[in-house]
């Protein structure tokens, strides 16, 4: 099975701020099947990203996914406050999909 | 507008069994395949199970494979889990969640429910 490492386990940034967080796939990802979920306290994950690089409907253009093979990045270019949550990464090209440990974005 | 509504989580002894629900509206239930992922407490994501649109073709991770049964009732727009001998391991917040196609056994979910505490304790 593939694992995802997401780096860094926490990131604590002020709102305007750039925010960038990694994904990186222990073995190739087929056809860059990668998602990104946010999470908040108490709440289910929500799709973000979709295909590495496609938004869900209704995520704001701030966000941004990248990458391919085993190396993908999540970006928000100016954080707002209700961007601080937990990121997940999940890869669904191979059998069984998986998802990373996540990365914890606090207010700095 | 989605919505997925879980129910029947609560506390089990090991070795018990216990059935969730997940009530589906706002979409054509039947014409998308549905999932199961459970999250520990304080843990990450972990996928569980998944179904076709159709109920025909079922999936399972190999830690509930044998142990946990994924069925559907479309006449009800309602997706079940059967799970039994049940283990301390297996505590987690279950959320149903939807896939964007109807048969799946990998992708992304379009749509998650707010979830169900699972407790295994004795």
New interface residues.
């Given amino acids: 099975e593939i694992v995802l490492t997401q780096s860094p386990g926490t990131l604590s940034l002020s709102p305007g701020e750039r925010a960038t967080l990694s994904c990186r796939a222990s073995q190739s990802v087929s056809s860059s099947?990668l998602?990104w979920?946010q999470q908040k306290p108490g709440?289910?994950?929500?799709?973000l990203i979709?295909g590495a690089a496609s938004r869900?409907t209704g995520i704001p253009d701030r966000f941004s996914g990248s990458g391919s093979g085993t190396d993908f990045t999540l970006t928000i270019s100016r954080l707002e406050p209700e961007d601080f949550a937990v990121y997940?990464c999940?890869q669904?090209?191979?059998?069984?999909?998986?998802?990373?440990?996540?990365t914890k974005l606090e207010i700095k | 507008e989605v919505q997925l509504v879980e129910s029947g989580g609560g506390l089990v002894q090991p070795g018990g069994s216990l059935r969730l629900s997940c009530a589906a509206s706002g979409f054509t239930f039947s014409s998308y395949a549905m999932s199961w992922v459970r999250q520990a407490p304080g843990k990450g994501l972990e996928w569980v199970s998944a179904i076709s649109g159709s109920g025909g073709t079922t999936y399972y991770a190999d830690s509930v494979k044998g142990r946990f049964t994924i069925s559907r009732d479309n006449s009800k727009n309602t997706l079940y889990l059967q799970m039994n001998s049940l283990r301390a391991e297996d505590t987690a917040v279950y959320y149903c969640a939807k896939y964007p196609l109807t048969v799946a056994a990998t992708w992304y979910f379009d749509y998650w429910g707010q979830g169900t505490l699972v407790t295994v304790s004795s």
């Avoid at chain 1, 709440?43 to 799709?47: C, E, I, K, S, V």
């Avoid at chain 1, 669904?92 to 996540?102: A, E, V």
């Fill in positions: 099947f998602a979920y709440q289910a994950p929500r799709l979709y869900a997940y999940q669904y090209g191979n059998s069984p999909q998986t998802f990373g440990q996540g």
